[in-house]
């Protein structure tokens, strides 16, 4: 798939993994929304790199508000006239280890990483069949693959996010729309600082107690991750697959099974 004069919808794509994607897709020719809840980063990620005469545009986005999901596409067409790529890429950690830990933390990740994605793909999907298709790409993460004592509540959400991935494969048949999932294991990135910011002052000591120790272990960088989320736009032949990506291994396409026949 060539992404010359493409049009692209980065969610989470100030910083991180989506800022890492947004500059590959830019450098690749596409034209690019980043859609991100803050605004501050949001607006310095564009003042950065619009080198080529308004090739990017921030779109102040909160995935879990339909409305906002909806301008949002609004604006991506009113700018660059259509959508062929959607990466729904923003996303939290769980917080402190369920179950011990209450609603207001582990809603939160079902709302951003689950409702959020699926916000986007119900509002998107008719913007991408307009244009006679495109391809979609999810961030999973290795921890919806296996099991995760660390955060049970954000593992259950990526497991979500990649069955999700895997039961939308009728997607490409009916509209030539591909489907994939990106699984990273640990990214040095902001993500941990950006989860807890709605915690309580004991939440917050929890859950960083749960991660003592885990910013000085191996771990991709965010341009590791956009680099297996491009292959996964780029490769016309992947649909409905899980790229599983961790340090000092290679990385594994797990193929998405047969779908139930009831």
Known sequence: MSLKSKVAVVTGGANGIGLATVRRLLTAGAQVIIADLNEAAGQAAEA????????????????????????????????????DILFNNAGVLGGPRFPE?????????????????????????????????????????????????????????????????????????????????VCPALVKTSLEANSGGHFT?????????????????????????????MRLIEDASLNGVALKLAVGEPPELIASVAPQKV
């Open 101 to 181: 830990a209450g609603p207001s933390s582990w809603m939160k990740a079902i709302d951003i990483n689950v409702v959020g994605v699926m916000n986007c793909i119900h509002v998107g999907v008719p913007h991408l069949v307009k244009r006679g298709g495109g391809v979609i790409v999810n961030t999973g993460s290795t921890a919806g693959l296996k099991s995760s004592f660390l955060d049970p509540a954000y593992a259950m959400t990526k497991a979500a996010v990649i069955g999700l991935t895997r039961s939308l494969t009728f997607l490409e048949a009916e509209a030539g729309i591909r489907v994939n999932c």
């Open 201 to 229: 002052d004991a939440d917050r000591k929890a859950f960083l107690d749960g991660r003592a120790g885990r910013s000085d272990q191996p771990s991709l960088s965010p341009d590791d991750v956009a680099e297996g989320a």
């Open 48 to 83: 950065s790199l619009d080198q080529a005469a308004g090739a990017v545009r921030f779109v102040r986005t909160d995935v879990t508000q339909l409305n906002s999901v909806t301008h949002l596409f609004d604006r991506t067409i009113s700018t660059f006239g259509g959508v």
